[in-house]
């Protein structure tokens, strides 16, 4: 059975950096595609950036130049590094697979596995 947890998560305030892990269980990072999504009270899941098997990633406009997505392949770990946060990051932050098809990355109805989230509250 696949599972994923994530953890990292935290209050900060604008400006500054996190970085959150995703650990797969009973599933090889290098075997599908992944990805980070969030949501903030309200609003729809959206896809924030995602990785190809390949290396080759997808990063939403919002988060452009501020977010990375990379992979330890030894420690099977998926990571999101966000630095610069700003107020509107704020929301639960998912990671997810993909095991299949791999179309696009930033699209939730492409994955089949989710984590459970961890916060991340961004201060003015």
């Known amino acids: 059975q696949v599972q994923l947890v994530e953890s990292g998560g935290g209050s900060v305030q604008a400006g500054g950096s996190l970085r959150l892990s995703c650990a797969p269980s009973?599933?090889?990072?290098?075997?599908?595609?992944m990805g980070w999504f969030r949501q903030a009270p309200g609003k729809e899941r959206e896809g924030v950036v995602g990785?190809?098997?390949?290396?080759?990633?997808s990063t939403a406009d919002a988060v452009k130049g501020r977010f990375t997505i990379s992979k330890d392949h030894d420690k099977n770990i998926l990571y999101l590094q966000m630095d610069n946060l700003k107020p509107e990051d704020t929301g639960m932050y998912y990671c997810?697979?993909?095991?299949?098809?791999?179309?696009?990355?930033?699209?939730?109805?492409?994955?089949?596995?989710w984590g459970q989230g961890t916060q991340v509250t961004v201060s003015s």
């Open positions: 997810a697979i993909d095991s299949g098809f791999c179309g696009n990355l930033l699209a939730a109805e492409e994955y089949n596995y």
């Open positions: 009973g599933y090889s990072i290098n075997s599908g595609c």
């Open positions: 990785i190809y098997r390949s290396g080759g990633t």
